[in-house]
């Protein structure tokens, strides 16, 4: 049901200060977290050689927000495997390795391949997904569920956010045994609850992302420039305005725009420029002043209060959100593109819900 909304994509945007809520809900105690479907687990997770996130599409790009918190906080390697690319090259996976498959459907046949492959080679093999009764819920050792509730929209936004959050508490149960990192632990626990909050707080930008989405209309390309915590936002933004507004966006890494994007820059291509307050912020501040050098058409996402920082001559449109524990920042960020490709769709008046040639689960190779 619909209810209110036009469209499955927009509810299931609005609803995340709820899907938030849900996935967290009796899993923060004590000031801890308790994963259940974990806790059997969590010594031999520690003890493995590596981490390996394996998803496709969005569920690869929730996975790419949790690599650096997860790194951070466990001391593990993460390594990325596409779950197709994985299959392709027949890459490595070991008995030590542990494999977290991230889904939302739990029924993507690249996904799943990956995790017969996964299983053959020994390694532990975790499951996160939406879906109770998956096949990837049944097949793996172990795993979480992310509780978001139903997502019936093509383009997975709910999903995406529970999932962050889902390996934000999956990391700091990893690293609950470690002394020297209670207070960053605490401190991101205390921003895990306040999420919803801001989740509400940042969706009041709708009627702002709808008149930005009128003045892109008719352009050919977006590009978004994130790094560090927010390299997957970009991916995961310029993924949504692709398969919904079918408009031609690429999500890339700001520390590469000297190799090679720079030249596409001028007066007319949009550029998204993703510049919250963290460990990166000053990095990005000098990439939007070469851009500006450039008379580029930015578009930059700050924390709130940090226009004049970023925007010193204002020249350039603002998205301003509120600021969050850096590695949790990612869950706020994706909001206001999100709303951004969905008013994008409308207004270009394509079918938001079912995009051409996609569907929901793909089930086949
Ligand atoms: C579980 C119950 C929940 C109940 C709670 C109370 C289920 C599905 N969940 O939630 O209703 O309120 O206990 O303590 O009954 N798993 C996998 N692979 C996956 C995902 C999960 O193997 O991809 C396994 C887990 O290891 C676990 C089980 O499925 O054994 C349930 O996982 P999850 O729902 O995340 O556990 P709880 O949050 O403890
Ligand atoms: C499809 C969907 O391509 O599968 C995407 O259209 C989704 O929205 C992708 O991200 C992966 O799906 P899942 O269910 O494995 O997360
Ligand atoms: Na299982």
Redesign the pocket.
Known sequence: KKGSYDHFMQKEIHEQPHSLTTTMR??LKDGGVL????KEHLKTIRRSRRVVFIGCGTSYNAALAARTFLEELSGIPVTMEVASDLLDRQGPIYRDDTAVFVSQS?ETADTLLALDYALENGALC????NT?GSS??RK??????INAGCEIGVASTKAYTSQIVVMAMMALAIGSDQISSQARREAIISGLSSLPRYASEVLKLDSEMKELASSLIDSESLLVFGRGYNYATALEGALKVKEVALMHSEGMLAGEMKHGPLALVDENLPIIVIATRDACFSKQKSVIQQLLSRKGRLIVMCSKGDASVVSPSGSCRLIEVPEVADCLQPVINIIPLQLLAYHLTVLRGFNVDQPRNLAKSVTTQ
């Not at 994963?35 to 974990?38: E, P």
């Open positions: 009796g899993r994963l259940g479907g974990l739990g975790v499951g996160i997904t109770v990837l819920s793996t050792h172990c795993g979480i569920h």
